[in-house]
C-alpha cells in the first residue's frame, strides 16, 4: 500500500537530511529472459530471475500475458524472492509472456516481457519412400521433411546403416535450412540407402526417416552440363545486430561447380567474413549495418556459370541513447524527462507510472518520447518508465521521481560562520537553505534591513554581493529564508582585510657560476591574516628538499627570501615568490642569468674523408652567457685509449730501436711495433738499416709482419761484439715512412765464458740462510762483456730440480734465504755473457743451524731505582733438534713508541739505564747460532720520578715478577708494537 502525500513528504525529507533511513524506489538488479523447455521432461524446473533493490525492499508480483498469476492458489509456481519458478511447466498452458513487477512504498517497476516456449519434435511418419533412379554424372536432391517440430534443428544423413555418415565435400551438401541432401555429380559409389537424421537442439531428441534408395540408370552416363543453382538464400533476408549470418549455396552440376561469392556493389567482402564447408556456407559474424546489401553465390565449371542473389537487411532492437534518471523536484516545478533510443526502425515511445499506463492530461505531456509535466504536486511522485519499441523488440528504462515540500531549513547547508573579504574587493555571501518550493531571501546586517544599491545586489538563488568592499561593510549578515511551509535563518561574520602588498621584490640577477645570492620577497600584511610564502621556479614548485644543499627559505615572519648558495648552470631562470593569505594572493618574478662554461656544440658531423683528412663541422652549442673564444677538437680510433686533441699525424717510426746478444755471427736488432692505429693503411711494415760503425753505406731488409719486434743478421763475416749503427723505418701501400733515429747496437759475442769461478766457499748464516762466495773472473778468461753470475743450490734429492740466484757482474756473493732448518745444501756457481753461461764450478756444501728455541725467556723480574732499571729471567734450555743458546738480547723502548735499541748479553740478567722522565716496553730473547728465539711477555716499566724510586736492588718489595700464565698482572702490556 503506498503512503500518503503527507508521509511522502516526511520519509523524503529525512532521507534527505542523510539519516539512516534513506528511501528509493525499486531498481531492477536482474530481469527475466526468453527460455525455450523441453515437452515432456520429468521433474522440470523453469525459472525466471527477478530481483529489485529498494528501501523499503520491493515485494513482487508476476503476469503471465497480461493476467495476474496468483501465486497463492497454484501451486505448480513458486515464488523464490523474486523469482518464478515454474514446475513441471505444460506446452498448452505454460506458454507466453511473463513480467515481473517490483514495488515498494516509493511505486512500482515492470521488468521486460519473457518468453517461455517449448521444444518438441515428433517422429517421421512410417511411409515408405519411393527409390531415386538418375543415370551417372547427374545431379540429385534427396529431400528430408522434417515431422512437426518446435525450436532449432540440425540435420545429418546416414548412408546404408548407422554410423555411416554421408561426409560433406564441395560434391555433396547438407542445407541446414531445408534438411536436404545436395549431391552435384553423382557416382557409382553414391548407390545406396539414404536416411535423414534431424536433431532437437534444445529437446536433445533425435529422429530418423524411412530410407531413399539411391539407384543409377542403365541408360548411359550424363553429359557434362552447366551449373544449376539448387540452395539459396531469400532475395531480402533480416539480420539483427550483432547476430552471426550464414547465407547457404550450393549447385549441381557437372564437372562439379566451384562456388566462389562476391557482394553485389562490388565492395570487397569483410575481413570478419568464414567460409564454410567447401564454399558452401558464408558466414558473417557480429552482423553490423555496414554488412548489410546485396551478396552473390557464383556456381562456375567448364560448361558455364549461374548467380544466385540476395539482399541482407539490416534491424535493431530498440537500445538506450539517453536513459532517464531519477529526479528530485519540488512542488509547484516543472520537469522534462528526456527518453531516446537507437534502433531500426525507429522506436516507438510510451511511458509507465507505477507499472501502469501514464495517464495524459492538459499539465502532462509527450512530444518525441520526452515526458513534460508542469506545476508538479507530491501526488506526482512515483517511479516512471519509458519503454521504446519496434517490431524486434522493446526496452525499458527506469527512474523514481520525488516530489519535495518542506520548510526552509539550513542544516544540510549551513551558512560560512566566517567569510574574509579584502578592501576594494567584491564578496559573495551564500544562502542556499533547503526549501520546497524554493524559498524568498531577505538580508538583515546587524538589525538593520540590507537594501539593494549600486555595490550592492541580491542574487537569483538568494545570496548578497557586495562589490568595493570597505571596512565599513564588515559585521555580522543574516539570511532569512521563507516559503508557504514556513521560515528559517541563518548569519555569517564578514571581516575586511587590507591587501598584502610586496614591499621588497626578487629583481633580476646575473651571477657566474659558483655564486651565491639571496631573492628578496618582502611583504607588508594585515595584522589579522597570516601569510605564506612559495617559490615556484621554472613553473614548478621549487623542490628544497631535492635541492635542499643550494635552496633556502631565509628571513622572518614576514619574509620569504630565498637564498641559493652555489649556484650552478640548472638553477637559471624565473623565479617567482608567491604570497598567500586565506584572503588574497600576491606575487613576484625575477630572472636568473648563471654564466659558466659553454655547453656541448651540436650536429657534429664528420665529411668529405680522404687517405690523410677529414672535414668536421658543428653548429655552436649554448654558451651559457659566456662568449666562446675557441674550440678544441678530440678524436679516438679503436685502438686508442681515451679521448686525444685531434691533430695532423704522421706516419711514425718504430720506437725504443735497440739489440744486441744472440749466437755467434749475429746481430740482433729490436724496436716497439707501431700500434695499429698508427700504421694508416693496409700493407705495413718495416724497413731495417744497418751498417758498421764508420762505414757509409746501409744495409737494408725488409720485415713485412706488422706484429714483428726484431730482426736477426746472420754473417760469418760479423765480428763478434762489434758496435753497429741500426735504424727502423716503416711502409705501407701508400709508400714508406721516416726512420727512427739511429741507435748503436753490438753484434752477439764470439762465445759464452769457458772458465768457472774459483775459490767457490759456502757457509750457514742461521737456520734459513746460506752465504756463497767465490773469486771474480779474470776479463781475459771471458770471451765478452761479463754480464753476472749464476748460483745454482739445491738440497740431496733435488738435483733434478735445483733453484737459482743470479747476481750482476761485479759482486762475488750471494746470500740464499728461505732455506730449511739444520739440512746440508749444495751449491755451485758460474758466470754468464749475452751469449750464454760457462761451466759451474766444483760444487760447495753448508749445513743450516738448527731452529732457536721455541721457548722463551721465563719468570722475568725487575726492580727500579732512580735512573737503572735491574732484570733477570730464567736460563733458556734449548730442544735437542734447537741451536744452543749463546746469550741473551734485551729489547727496550720508551711507551711512546720511540725507537727500538738492544742490549746484547751472555747472562740472565741486565742492568738498564733509563731516564725515569719516561715509561718503557721491555722484552728478553735468547740468542743462538740459528737466530734469536722466542720473545718473554712484553714488559710496561712506568714512568718514576726521584720521589717515587721503588728503593735499592736488594728491596724484596721492589721486585716485579711478570708471569706469562697471569695476564691482569699489574704493569703487562698488551702490545709491545
Known sequence: MLLSWKQMVLLSFIGCLGGELLLHGPVFVSEPRDSMAPVGAADQRVTFNCEARGNPSPHYRWQLNGSDINLGVESRYELNRGDLVLINPHRDRDSGSYQCFATNALGTIVSREAKLQFAYLENFKTKMRRAVSVREGQGVVLLCGPPPHSGELSYAWIFNEYPSFVEEDGRRF?????????????????????????????????????????????DGVMAEYEPKIEVQFPETLPAAKGST???????????????????????????????????????IPGFEQEDAGSYECLAENSRGRNVARGRLTYYAKPHWVQLIRDVEAAVEESLRWDCRAGGKPKPSYRWLRNGEALALEERIQLENGALSIVNLSVADAGMFQCLAENKHGLAYSSAELRVLASAPDFSTAPMKKLVRAQVGSAVGLDCRPRAAPRALCSWKRGGVTVREDGRISFLKDGGLSIANVTKADAGTYTCFAENQFGTANDSTRLVVTDPTRITVAPSNMDVSVGESVVLPCQVRHDPLLDVAFTWYFNGALADFQKDGSHLEKVGGSSSGDLMIRNIQLKHAGKYVCVVQSVVDSVSSAADLVVRGSPGPPANVQVEEITDTTAQVSWTEGPDNHSPITAYSVQARTPFSVGW????????????????????????????????????????????????????????????????????VFRNESIVPFAPYEVKVGVYNNKGEGPFSPVATVFSAEEAEPTAAPAHVWAHSLSSSEIEVSWSAIPWKLSSGHLLGYEVRYWTSGEEGSPHRVKVVAGETAARLHGLRSHLVYHAAVRAYNSAGAGPFSATVNATTKKTPPSQPPGNVVWNATDAKVFLSWEQVRAKENESEVTGYKVF??????????????????????????????????????????????????????????????????????????????????????
Open 174 to 218: 547438407i542445407s541446414q535450412e531445408t534438411g536436404h541432401l545436395y549431391v552435384a555429380k553423382v557416382e557409382p559409389s553414391d548407390v545406396g540407402n539414404y536416411t535423414c537424421v534431424v536433431t532437437s537442439v534444445v529437446a536433445a531428441a533425435r529422429v530418423l526417416g524411412s530410407p531413399t534408395p539411391l539407384m543409377l540408370r542403365a
Open 245 to 283: 549470418v550464414r547465407l547457404e549455396c550450393f549447385a549441381l552440376g557437372n564437372p562439379v561447380p566451384r562456388i566462389t561469392w562476391r557482394r553485389g556493389d562490388g565492395r570487397p567482402l569483410p575481413r570478419k567474413v568464414t567460409l564454410r564447408k567447401f564454399g558452401g556456407v558464408l558466414e
Open 644 to 711: 686525444q686533441a685531434a691533430r695532423t699525424v704522421p706516419e711514425v717510426s718504430p720506437s725504443e730501436v735497440s739489440g744486441g746478444g744472440g749466437s755467434r755471427s749475429e746481430l740482433v736488432i729490436t724496436w716497439e711495433p707501431v700500434p695499429e692505429e698508427l700504421q694508416n693503411g693496409e700493407g705495413f711494415g718495416y724497413v731495417v738499416a744497418f751498417r758498421p760503425l764508420g762505414v757509409t753505406t746501409w744495409i737494408q731488409t725488409v720485415v713485412t709482419s706488422p706484429d714483428a719486434p726484431r730482426y
Open 892 to 977: 727496550y723502548r720508551t711507551s711512546g713508541q720511540g725507537g727500538l735499541q738492544v742490549l746484547s748479553t751472555n747472562r740472565t740478567s741486565a742492568e738498564l739505564r733509563l731516564p725515569v722522565q719516561e715509561g718503557y716496553v721491555v722484552h728478553v730473547r735468547a740468542t743462538t747460532a740459528g737466530g734469536d728465539g722466542a720473545s718473554s711477555a712484553p714488559i710496561r716499566i712506568p714512568r718514576r720520578t726521584s720521589s717515587d724510586a721503588r728503593g735499592s736492588p736488594s728491596a724484596i718489595a721492589s721486585v716485579h715478577p711478570v708471569s706469562r700464565y697471569l695476564p691482569a698482572v699489574l704493569f703487562v702490556a698488551h702490545a709491545l708494537w
